[in-house]
């Protein structure tokens, strides 16, 4: 199967990502998922996981109502 650069960058980044994750907790003892968990994070990140939740119900129902004319 052949594969073209942007492919492969993308696999390699996803690899990278992990690998860092990894080592974060293996070096430095930082759960990331705890980290994401904690309230002050969710306090951060709320509105903007509102804002997403919103964008993607508005495009659900643009979509069904151009599918179901």
Known sequence: ?????????????IILLI????????????????????????ETIKPFVTILKNIYDWLDNFVRGIIHK
């Open 19 to 42: 690998v860092a994750i990894i080592a974060l907790k293996y070096f430095f003892h930082f759960d990331i998922i705890e980290w994401i968990k904690s309230p002050k994070v969710q």
């Open 1 to 13: 199967m052949k594969t073209n650069n942007n492919q492969r960058g993308f696999i390699i980044k």
